[in-house]
C-alpha cells in the first residue's frame, strides 16, 4: 500500500472520530456560548478534512499529483495524519467501543458506506450517534472525555495539527508550481482551497512570478509624523492623508534612504535613475498586492492567528529631494483601540531597554511570530533577503502579561529585500553597509558567493533569535568589529563572525532561555538541518526540517 492510499484511510477515519464527537457534543442539552463555540470548530475541522480530500484525490482514493511531489512532502502528510490520529485515539477507541464508528447515515441506506460517503453526509451520522447515545445514557459512557477542558485541549491539538497540514499544501502548491503556473493557478479559484486556507498561498506564489503593472506608482498624498517620534527613527507613527482619495490614516512609515548609485543619478538627472528605482517600485507592487487590507483571506486578525506577522503596505512614496522612499504600512486592526503607543523597531527596543527584558514568555513569543513568519514566507515560494532586528516593527498586542500586567509586544517583519520567488535568479551585487552585513550568510557578505537561497534568511534569523534571547544587539554584542570595519571599510572575515555567533550562543543561550532554545538558534547559524542534496526534495525537505527543529521547539517556550 502506497502512502497516499494510507493517507486517505487516514483521513475517513479521522472524520468518523470528528462526526462521533460532534454527535456527542450536540446531542448535549447545556448549549452554552463555550459549547457552541467548540462546535463551530469542529466543523471548520470537518470542512478541512472534506475539501482536503476532494481537492487532492480522485474518486478512486489516488492522490492526484503523485508522481510531481517529493518523498518528503509525502512522508510528511502521512506523519501528520497520524499525530492527528493520536489526539484523536481515546475519542476513536470510545467510538468504536459503543459500535459509533462505522454508521451508515439511516437504516434504509441501499448503498454501502464508502470513504466517499463519509465525507459527504456527515449530518445524517451525527443523528444516528445522538439516537444511540440515548440508549447509552442509563449505561455506562466515559462522558469525561466530552469535558470542556478536555475537549478544548484536544481541538487546540487538532487544529495545530491541521495547521501543518496546511503548511505542508504550501510547499505542495510550490513543488507543482515548479512544473507549470496553470496548476498553481487553478488554486486561486478553488473555493475547496479557499476552505483549506491555501488560496491565498496560491496567489502569492503566482505574484512573485508577474510582472509589475505599468499603472503601478507612488502613493499621492502627505505624511505628517508624529512628533514624538525620534527624528532618525527606522520606522515612524504618522498620519497619512489624500485628499483626493478622501484618506485619513494613521500609518506606520518604514525610510529607506536612497543607495549612493541612485543619490548620485538623481542628482545629475542620469537616464539610470528610473532603472534604479526599478527594484524598490516592484517591492512595493509586490508587498500591496499580495498583502490587500480588503480580502477576507488576509484580515489581519487572520494573517496573526495563522503564525504570519506582516503589515498590510498601502504602498509607497519617493521623496527625491530628501533622498528617500517612504513604505507606508496599514496598522493591524487591534492598534485602533489603544489611545496611545509608539512603533519601535526590534533593534531600538533591545538597546533601549537592555536591563528591562521583556517577559521570558514574550521573548519566547518574539522568537516564534518571527520564525512562523519566516517558514510562511518561505511556503509562499519567496526569501526576504533582509532579516535583521532593525526590520522588525514592534507593536503592542491585545495580550497581558499575567506576571507583569503590560501589554506583550508582537514583531512585525517589514524591511523587506529586494524579496522575489526563490526559483528566480538573483544578482551577485556587492554590498558593503556594514551592520547589514552582520546579519547576512557568510556566502552573502559583502561580494556574494552564492544566488540567495532559503538558508540565508534562516541564518539572518539565527542573528535575530540570538538578539532576542541574550537582549543584546548585535552592535552591542560586536561594537569593536563593527567600529573597526567602519574605521577600514574592511567586513571581517565572514566565517570567523559566524564561529563567534554561535560561541556566543553557547555561552550565553542556555542560561538565559534554555538548552532547547539554543540548539534552536544553532542550527539556523550552521545550516545544519540534515537534509539530503536533491534540489527539489532538498527545499522542501529544508523547510519542514526547519518548522520541526525551531518553529516547533521555540513555540514551547511562550508558556514560562
Known sequence: MDIFTTTVTAITEIYRITIFIKGVVTDIENRDADQQEIRDKLDHELLFLDSFKHLFFDNDGKFIYDSRLPDSLKRDVEILLSALKGTLAEYGMLAAKHGMLDLEPDDDADTATTQEDDLKSPSGRIQRVQLMLKDLKSRTFDWALFDKKK???????????????????????????????????????????????IQHVARRQLLAKTETPANFSPLQGRIIEDTETSSDADVKLAMYMNEKQQINEKVVVEYRKYG???????????????????????????????????????????????????????????????????????????????????????????????????????????????????????????????????????????????????????????????????????????????????????????????????????????????????????????????????????????????????????????????????????????GDFEVGPKEDDRRSALILEFRESVVEVVVKGIGL
Not at 162 to 178: F, G, K, N, Y
Not at 296 to 314: H, V
Open 151 to 197: 475537549l478544548t485541549q484536544t481541538l487546540a491539538a487538532y487544529s495545530g495539527w491541521t495547521e501543518r497540514l496546511r503548511q505542508t499544501m504550501s510547499l505542495m502548491l510550490l513543488t507543482l508550481a515548479a512544473f507549470d503556473k496553470s496548476s498553481i493557478r487553478k488554486f486561486t479559484n478553488n473555493e475547496e482551497a479557499r476552505n483549506l486556507g
Open 260 to 526: 549612493n548609485e541612485l543619490i548620485q543619478a538623481t542628482k545629475f538627472g542620469s537616464p539610470r535613475e528610473e532603472d534604479l528605482k526599478a527594484s524598490t517600485r516592484n517591492l512595493a507592487w509586490l508587498l500591496h498586492t499580495a498583502f490587500p487590507v480588503t480580502s477576507e483571506d488576509d484580515d489581519p486578525e487572520t494573517i496573526e492567528n495563522s503564525g504570519f506577522l506582516a503589515l498590510p503596505c498601502l504602498g509607497y512614496i519617493d521623496q527625491p529631494g530628501k533622498h528617500r522612499f517612504l513604505f507606508v504600512y496599514r496598522l493591524p486592526s487591534e492598534m485602533t483601540t489603544l489611545l496611545t503607543f509608539q512603533p519601535l523597531t526590534l533593534h531600538s527596543l533591545i538597546s533601549g531597554n537592555v536591563r528591562n527584558k521583556p517577559p521570558l514568555g514574550n521573548r519566547f513569543f518574539m522568537a516564534h511570530a518571527l520564525a512562523s513568519t519566516v517558514l510562511n514566507i518561505h511556503t509562499f515560494g519567496w526569501v526576504h533577503k533582509s532579516i535583521r532586528s532593525r526590520g522588525v516593527i514592534m507593536l503592542p498586542s491585545s495580550g497581558v502579561s499575567t506576571s507583569s500586567g503590560s501589554r506583550w509586544l508582537k514583531p512585525y517583519l517589514t524591511g523587506w529585500g529586494i524579496a522575489r520567488a526563490v526559483i528566480d535568479g538573483t544578482e551577485l551585487a556587492a554590498d558593503n553597509e556594514i551592520e547589514s552585513n552582520f546579519y547576512r550568510h557568510p556566502k552573502r557578505q559583502g561580494k556574494p558567493e552564492d544566488t540567495f537561497d532559503i538558508e540565508h534568511d534562516l541564518y539572518a534569523l539565527g542573528v535575530v533569535l540570538l538578539e532576542i534571547g541574550v537582549w543584546e544587539t548585535i552592535g552591542m554584542m560586536f561594537a569593536t568589529e563593527i567600529d573597526q570595519a567602519t574605521a577600514t571599510n574592511h567586513l571581517p572575515e565572514a566565517e570567523g563572525l559566524r564561529t563567534a555567533y554561535i560561541q556566543k550562543a553557547y555561552a550565553k543561550l542556555s542560561k538565559e532561555m534554555g538548552e532547547a532554545y539554543m540548539t534552536a538558534v544553532v542550527k539556523c547559524l550552521t
